[in-house]
């Protein structure tokens, strides 16, 4: 790896065949990790991923990059540590310069009970293998810098708790290392062709119907970001999902180097500065279920206003672009990966508002469930049967809007 | 993007006097009682296209309003 000088990504495409013994539907992070595990890690390498638009142009390409681990339950937080660490070793695995920066992250408390939840947050963090401390507000005072601590009087700043291993990294970056990957192992990656139907036998998922003709597949794995329902209703299978937009934007330069992320649930909000100085924002999904990826004025009024409460100096900087993702949000805030009741048919979904982070661990834990035909240990809690057998997990509070 | 949308007793009005309400269809394929009740609890039609739901006119008239929106426009038909 080179700072100052990066061969240029090799993406080789290649011509969509007949047949294949995996096809992935979606070429957002979770298809394109699970390809590149496929073909590198298992030797599975006769994989076709099949784009409708172009890799990374869904929500992997549009998030605010926001990678940490810091959940309220067990089984999520063990899981997304693993792709914390997964992150920590990209740029050696795949010698491409990611920009993963571990920053920190903190997360505000406005009330007691805010104080108390970080606190009990942080130990329970801390016990399965996320490095959280609480923090009282002088200390934040100092990590933040610029930070009105009382917020205007409104939401004055009781606690929080800081998430060590809080990190961002460059999106487009994070899909074109996975899929140059994936594309040097052998794994046919096709762009600007869509998914319009499956093909069946019985209940049996045994190919895919496209707008450039038919592929026949050992298995279809459905990693279609927003689009889930969509796909999974051609294979009878019923989803969890509903589909809501979630909208983000960018600022102009700020001058100050601003180190840490920053998340405030009682204001619904966080922030981040990016590489080039500019500053992020993000906040609540849209309230109703759409597929529009429309930006609107209404979102950034909202937004703007309790973003200067609480960092006045944000006032003085101009919004210089928004833009929208369309998020499949799980009723518990929690991933919905593995075997469906369609026999042959996968899917990766409920990455809703949080599915970055989640990319490498995920594509790793899909890989491996293809490659034995059993659900790997860590993911065996995300199975969507949990639904009908009450092992929801439900976690609001952590999942929040990133 | 943020909805208008249009109540019959006061007119076009900000999504922000709002409240969503799904109209939740268990399909007929479902027959065991107890998946029914799952399904009505945790699943979604989450229809590509046109959808049929309820918004409660709540900082307005505070009453229901059934109408229908196209999911990948979001414009009232
Ligand atoms: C504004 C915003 C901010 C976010 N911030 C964060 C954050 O800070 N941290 C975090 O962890 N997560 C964040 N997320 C969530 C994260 O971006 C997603 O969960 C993640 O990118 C999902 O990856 P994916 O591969 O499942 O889906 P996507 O990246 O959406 O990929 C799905 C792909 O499938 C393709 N597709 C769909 N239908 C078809 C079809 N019929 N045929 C062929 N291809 C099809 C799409 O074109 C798309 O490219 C954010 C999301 C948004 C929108
Ligand atoms: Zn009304």
């Known amino acids: 790896m080179n700072e100052f000088w990066e061969a240029k990504v090799t993406l080789q495409w290649a011509e969509l065949g007949s047949s294949y013994d995996v096809v992935i539907i979606g070429g957002g992070g979770h298809g394109l990790a699970t390809a590149y595990n496929l073909a590198v890690k298992h030797g599975i390498t006769n994989v076709a991923v099949i784009e409708k638009d172009y890799i990374?142009?869904?929500?992997?390409?549009?998030?605010?990059?926001?990678?940490?681990?810091?959940?309220?339950?067990?089984?999520?937080?063990?899981?997304?540590?693993?792709?914390?660490?997964?992150?920590?070793?990209?740029?050696?695995?795949?010698?491409?310069?990611?920009?993963?920066?571990?920053?920190?992250l903190l997360w505000l408390a406005h009330t007691e009970a805010g104080r108390r939840q970080e606190r009990s947050r942080s130990s329970m963090n801390l016990a399965f293998g996320a490095e959280t401390h609480f923090v009282e507000p002088e200390e934040i005072a100092k990590l933040a810098p610029g930070i009105n601590l009382d917020a205007g009087g409104e939401f004055?700043?009781?606690?929080?708790?800081?998430?060590?291993?809080?990190?961002?990294?460059?999106?487009?970056?994070?899909n074109w290392a996975f899929a140059e990957g994936a594309m040097r192992a052998g794994v046919t990656i096709v762009q600007g062709v869509k998914v319009e139907g499956l093909i069946l036998d019985g209940d049996r998922v045994v190919g895919v119907k496209t707008n450039t003709g038919d592929v026949a597949a050992g298995t279809v794995v459905s990693a279609v970001g927003g689009h889930?329902?969509?796909?999974?209703?051609?294979?009878?299978?019923?989803?969890?999902?509903?589909?809501?937009?979630?909208?983000?934007?960018?600022?102009?330069?700020?001058?100050?180097?601003?180190?840490?992320?920053?998340?405030?649930?009682?204001?619904?909000?966080?922030?981040?500065?990016?590489?080039r100085g500019e500053m992020l924002g993000g906040s609540h999904i849209d309230?109703?279920?759409?597929?529009?990826?429309?930006?609107?004025?209404?979102?950034?009024?909202?937004?703007?206003?309790?973003?200067?409460?609480?960092?006045?100096?944000?006032?003085?900087?101009?919004?210089?672009?928004?833009?929208?993702?369309?998020?499949?949000m799980s009723p518990d805030y929690t991933p919905i990966m593995g075997f469906t009741s369609a026999p042959g048919f996968l899917i990766t979904t409920?990455?809703?508002?949080?599915?970055?982070?989640?990319?490498?661990a995920g594509g790793e834990a899909m890989a491996q469930l293809i490659a034995s035909g059993e659900t790997p240990e860590l993911i065996a809690p995300f199975s969507i049967d949990r639904f009908a057998n009450d092992r929801?997990?439900?976690?609001?509070?952590?999942?929040g809007t990133h | 993007m943020a909805l208008r949308i249009p109540c019959p007793?006061?007119?076009?009005?900000?999504?922000?006097?709002?409240?969503?309400?799904?109209?939740?269809?268990?399909?007929?394929?479902?027959?065991?009682?107890?998946?029914?009740?799952?399904?009505r609890a945790y699943f979604h039609n989450n229809a590509e296209g046109v959808v049929r739901e309820a918004w409660f006119h709540l900082y307005g008239c505070r009453r229901w309003v059934t109408v229908e929106r196209d999911s990948r426009t979001d414009t009232f038909l």
């Open chain 1, 56 to 104: 990374g142009g869904g929500n992997s390409g549009r998030n605010t990059t926001v990678i940490r681990s810091n959940y309220g339950k067990p089984e999520p937080v063990r899981f997304y540590q693993r792709s914390l660490d997964l992150y920590r070793q990209l740029e050696d695995e795949t010698d491409r310069w990611i920009m993963h920066d571990e920053r920190g």
């Open chain 2, 9 to 39: 007793h006061c007119g076009t009005r900000a999504i922000d006097e709002w409240v969503y309400g799904e109209i939740p269809i268990v399909p007929d394929a479902i027959t065991d009682a107890d998946a029914r009740d799952v399904d």
């Open chain 1, 228 to 275: 889930a329902t969509t796909i999974a209703t051609m294979a009878n299978v019923r989803l969890p999902i509903r589909t809501h937009p979630l909208q983000a934007f960018v600022t102009n330069h700020y001058e100050q180097t601003w180190d840490a992320i920053v998340a405030s649930n009682d204001l619904g909000f966080y922030i981040s500065q990016t590489a």
């Open chain 1, 287 to 328: 309230p109703q279920p759409s597929y529009s990826r429309r930006s609107d004025h209404h979102f950034i009024n909202e937004i703007s206003r309790r973003i200067v409460a609480l960092f006045p100096f944000m006032g003085n900087l101009r919004v210089l672009r928004q833009w929208t993702g369309i998020c499949d």
């Open chain 1, 350 to 360: 409920g990455w809703g508002t949080w599915g970055f982070k989640a990319i490498p």
């Open chain 1, 392 to 399: 929801t997990l439900a976690d609001r509070g952590s999942s």
């Open chain 1, 156 to 174: 004055p700043i009781t606690g929080g708790s800081l998430h060590v291993g809080g990190a961002t990294a460059r999106h487009d970056r994070v």
